[in-house]
T-cell receptor, first 112, second 112 residues
């Protein structure tokens, strides 16, 4: 069956360190993959999109990698800050094109 | 900040009542979506629309219905609310198929 897996346990890190979040998928062939941030009680906010022919994408302190062989994306936040504390969701555009499928997200807590 | 609005933000209602959750966007996007999300869980697509007079059911079966009479407006209706409908409902829009989605703040629905 098709599945998207993100770390179900919260990731707790110290301010200034790099946070790395994982998104694994099975039985999908996504054209591209997206990462969103969601704060409690709010809608998700788009962060980055990476295409299947791109290995890496950067935006300020954020970096995303996409390995279609491993069926995995890694999301990095460098020099993390308490304000980065949130739930981070990955989402795949399936090969059928018109919809996104979301993972359950990983909670990130950055302690000062 | 995304120009997509949802009202009400919170709704507590008794079983059997008819409710309509409002969603409007000012970005002129043709694609609009309704998701249902329970705490700590994935977003599940319940309805989507490619444009005016076009609506489709999503991957998660829902007793709700939607309409798309105007590009900017995509309301969701429950004819007879039940406690099992208690959840957060998120509306989103996008310019392209499977592209970046802009989310509203959500409606937290509680059916007693």
């Amino acid at each position: 069956s098709q599945k998207i897996e993100q770390n179900s346990e919260a990731l707790n890190i110290q301010e200034g360190k790099t946070a790395t979040l994982t998104c694994n998928y099975t039985n999908y062939s996504p054209a591209y993959l997206q990462w969103y941030r969601q704060d409690p009680g709010r809608g998700p906010v788009f962060l980055l999109l990476i295409r299947e022919n791109e290995k890496e994408k950067r935006k300020e302190r954020l970096k995303v990698t996409f390995d279609t062989t491993l069926k995995q994306s890694l999301f990095h936040i460098t020099a993390s800050q308490p304000a980065d504390s949130a739930t981070y969701l990955c989402a795949l555009r399936t090969e059928y094109g018109n919809k996104l499928v979301f993972g359950a997200g990983t909670i990130l807590r950055v302690k000062s | 900040e995304a120009d997509i609005y949802q009202t009400p933000r919170y709704l507590v209602i008794g079983t059997g009542k008819k409710i309509t959750l409002e969603c409007s966007q000012t970005m002129g996007h043709d694609k609009m979506y309704w998701y249902q999300q329970d705490p700590g869980m994935e977003l599940h697509l319940i309805h989507y629309s490619y444009g005016v007079n076009s609506t489709e059911k999503g991957d998660l079966s829902s007793e709700s219905t939607v309409s798309r009479i105007r590009t900017e407006h995509f309301p969701l209706t429950l004819e007879s609310a039940r406690p099992s409908h208690t959840s957060q409902y998120l509306c989103a829009s996008s310019e392209f198929d499977g592209g970046e989605q802009f989310f509203g703040p959500g409606t937290r629905l509680t059916v007693l």
